[in-house]
């Protein structure tokens, strides 16, 4: 029974032939090195199950159409997307390679992210998170030999091409600095669970913590996802404790905006009596008032070096794995704790 015309993946193929999928892509790009035997029965499930090699399987750089696309969800505060698109952009222009954009939802399928790549005909794909780490759809692409690089996975393994912003690094040195201006009692407000940033964001606060011989209090820890809205919630629930935080650090600037606003509603002053820090030195880091100390990570960089290492994959370089550094800047929404200050400490 022969496929629908195209539907066939290269792991089809190999187990129809019975060997590995390494072993169809020599044959299909016709490399040296493989048994005639071999080759004639790999080229007869080929012909059985009507297998079309994609036009970016690696080896097939006479066939490249010089794009690549980039997947990413939509975001609730664009700013981040748009430095990343930039990046990636720059890196494109700089190459002569077309960027293809396609804007994604929760019920993004691997059927779907097929089309895509049918119809456009990307030699390559920059995954961002949350769905760089959608392993339905990195099978899916491993399985068709279409290149790919992931922007700041959950995980990173040595056989894929992954950029990263430090993440544990960077909240552990933004919580370095408030420990540093007196706080103790400090609300951590998460972001969205599906992207690995928020984990590894608050292992690197909880690290900073337990490093002052400090303990964890579950209760200063709440749910958040990357939006204003959770900011707002988050601070809701923090203000309600008896032992309230004297500062709040959130997973990026739009919650921690929530928060700024959420406070000043009820009359309690930033950063007289409460303290707030953001994530990623977003525009919103600026407009907010007072402005929101926060960590910046070079969005655009690392979009950048992921399509570089892309475009690198596929001249048939091996995959890299690389982190880039992220910087604290301190603004006017963190000061002392309103004790020390009264106290001239």
Request: net charge neutral.
């Amino acid at each position: 029974m022969r496929a629908p015309s195209g539907s066939a993946t290269i792991r089809d193929v190999a187990e129809h032939a019975g060997v590995s999928i390494k072993t169809v892509s020599r044959v299909v790009n016709n490399e040296p090195n493989v048994r005639p035997a071999t080759r004639e029965r790999v080229l007869k499930a080929v012909s059985a199950l009507d297998y079309e090699p994609h036009p970016a399987a690696r080896g097939l750089a006479g066939r490249r159409t010089f794009s690549i696309g980039l997947l990413y969800e939509n975001p609730h505060e664009f700013s981040y997307i748009q430095k990343l698109l930039e990046g990636a952009y720059a890196a494109c222009e700089a190459t002569g390679n077309a960027l293809m954009l396609r804007p994604c939802n929760e019920d993004l399928s691997p059927a779907l992210v097929r089309q895509f790549v049918r119809q456009t005909r990307v030699d390559g794909l920059l995954l961002t998170a949350p769905i760089a780490d959608r392993s339905d759809i990195t099978s899916l692409l491993v399985e068709n030999e279409i290149a790919f690089a992931l922007i700041s996975p959950r995980e990173t393994t040595p056989d894929r091409i992954s950029v990263n912003p430090d993440d544990v690094e960077a909240a552990r040195t933004l919580t370095e600095h408030v420990l540093s201006l007196g706080h103790r009692r400090i609300g951590f407000i998460k972001g969205d669970a599906r992207h690995g940033a928020t984990d590894r964001r608050l292992a690197g606060h909880m690290n900073c913590l337990r490093d002052h011989g400090l303990d964890i209090d579950p209760s200063l820890i709440v749910d958040g996802r990357f939006d204003f809205d959770s900011g707002k919630q988050g601070f809701r629930v923090l203000w309600q404790l008896s032992q309230r935080p004297t500062a709040i650090i959130a997973c990026n600037d739009d919650t921690a905006a929530g928060v700024v606003v959420a406070a000043h509603e009820q009359g309690i002053s930033v950063p007289g009596m409460l303290s707030v820090a953001g994530f990623d030195d977003s525009p919103t880091a600026t407009h907010t008032w007072p402005a929101l100390t926060t960590v910046r990570q070079p969005i655009a960089a690392i979009a950048s070096r992921a399509t570089e290492l892309l475009f690198a994959g596929l001249a048939g370089e091996s995959p890299r794995q690389e982190t880039f550094q992220c910087d604290l800047v301190p603004r006017a929404s963190m000061a002392k704790p309103a004790h020390l200050m009264k106290a001239g400490t």
